[in-house]
């Protein structure tokens, strides 16, 4: 269903209050994106002063400090036209905000946004996603770096929601990992989130991960778990085990969260046997589309799925230039 025709008046760019990371929350209101699209993309769980300074990131890099040989030199300046962004197979959709606030660091302009569908959608091959209505200049010096986020995100959200309607009917979840692009982890993230997903601790700081190196720095499963506990009493803890004996060590430990790492799905099925509900339990490892409903029939809580953000191909999404009406 489209929206009304939104006028985003835009300066083109992220002043120097941006970059300092403010702590207020109405601090995105204060940068270059139309406060509309910065409230569009807090509500998405997105920083805006993030994004606005990754769209900047992206059109610098693929300026090199220049211009835009082709378009300055092929397309009058005051020209105008509406590009569409168009699926080009089906899949779900996720950054159509994103996409917006690149779009909006190029232009020099106000430009016009018609909104056809939303991030999370399901999308058709040869559907519109979204329009928008600017100086010609702009729409292609923006094209690219635009697109390479929005076909990225969408693959994301794609492979995302294949897990998801596997695992449908079960109370599995499918997570992602930190295996994530370096500078693009909350997006990457949202677009999990877009596909139905849910995410994983979003850094080393807002949740503990007891790994097999952890493990042996510290002497023991147990006793990694007892460090944390002791040092932050307060965060959640997932402790990783390799065997039903170190399952048994941590329940009884008091762990929030264990992660089963490599387990069968009948050693799952004993795991979730030997728990009984006092932790949650995640299966990391040798899962695949083909045998993730075994694992999720197990009655673990969670599927960790590194490849959604490491492996995922991207949605093909292109760009189609006509007329403005």
């Known amino acids: 269903m489209s929206t009304p025709d939104l006028p985003l008046a835009q300066n083109g760019g992220c002043g120097d209050g941006c970059a300092c990371g403010a702590d207020t929350d109405d601090a995105y209101l204060e940068c270059g994106l139309d406060p509309a699209l910065a409230e569009l993309l807090a509500d998405a769980g997105l920083d805006p002063v993030e994004i606005e300074d990754l769209a900047n990131v992206a059109v610098q890099e693929d300026l090199a ?32 905000r994103v996409a917006e606030a690149v779009v909006s660091v190029v232009c020099e302009d106000e430009f016009e946004v018609e909104r056809h569908v939303e991030d999370g959608d399901r999308v058709e091959a040869g559907q519109k996603l979204l329009s928008i209505t600017t100086r010609t200049r702009d729409l292609l010096t923006a094209e690219r770096s635009a697109l390479n986020l929005l076909c990225r995100l969408s693959g994301i959200a794609t492979a995302t929601r294949a897990w998801a309607d596997v695992l449908e009917g079960t109370k599995a979840r499918v997570r992602d990992t930190r295996k994530t692009t370096p500078g693009l982890r909350s997006l990457e993230k949202f677009a999990v989130r877009c596909g ?130």
């Open 65 to 96: 400090g220049g211009v835009d040989v082709t378009t300055v030199a092929t397309i009058p300046e005051d020209a105008v036209a509406t590009a569409d962004f168009v699926a080009r197979e089906a899949g779900v959709v996720a950054g159509l």
């Open 196 to 325: 139905g997903g849910v995410n994983h601790r979003m850094s080393l700081s807002d949740a503990a991960l007891v790994k097999d190196n952890h493990v042996v720095a510290a002497g023991g499963v147990a006793q990694a778990f007892r460090a944390v506990r002791e040092r932050f009493p307060d965060v959640p803890i997932e402790v990783e085990v390799d065997t039903l004996h170190q399952l048994r060590e941590v329940v009884d430990a008091g762990a929030d969260l264990i992660l089963l790492d490599n387990f069968t799905p009948g050693e799952c099925e004993e795991a979730v046997a030997i728990v009984d509900g006092r932790a949650a339990l995640e299966a990391s490892g040798r899962l695949t589309l083909d045998n993730a409903r075994a694992y999720a029939d197990t009655g673990v809580d969670y599927l960790a799925v590194g490849a959604l953000t490491h492996s995922s191909p991207i949605l093909d999404i292109g760009l189609d230039l006509r007329a403005a009406e």
